[in-house]
């Protein structure tokens, strides 16, 4: 299961629509590995003032691991992520996280080519 879903959130999700905010604390408190590497990009990019920031750390384990995957692979998460700290985010591998500036659209476009993708493989990571 990829979140834990308080019967609260359920009975609304049930009733309509779910408020941004109220799916992000639900994404917060079930993914925390992922929530605190995300938002330790976008504190680093913002000290920065760079367009984006990226993690190269693998996780500590194959359950941190599975949160980013979980994490990242959904669509819903992902935007509501990406509107919550109002960045755009990218995935490579396993574990390469980055958060970009929205209007660092150059970056953005080179970090998910094929190429960056391909020169960022490395033995360790064929089977993670």
Do not use: K
Request: charge should be negative.
């Amino acid at each position: 299961m990829s979140l834990s879903v308080s019967n609260d959130l359920l009975d609304q999700a049930r009733a309509g629509e779910v408020d941004d905010a109220a799916f992000v604390a639900c994404v917060r408190d079930s993914l925390p590995y992922a929530w605190a590497t995300i938002t330790a990009l976008v504190e680093r990019r913002d000290r920065s003032g760079s367009d984006f920031a990226d993690n190269h750390v693998p996780p500590p384990d194959e359950a941190a691991r599975g949160q980013l995957l979980r994490c990242l692979a959904s669509d819903a998460m992902r935007g509501a992520l990406e509107r919550h700290f109002g960045v755009r985010l990218a995935f490579q591998n396993c574990h390469r996280v980055a958060v970009f500036r929205p209007e660092a659209t150059e970056a953005y476009r080179e970090f998910v080519t094929p190429r960056a993708q391909i020169l960022n493989q490395s033995p360790e990571l064929v089977d993670c």
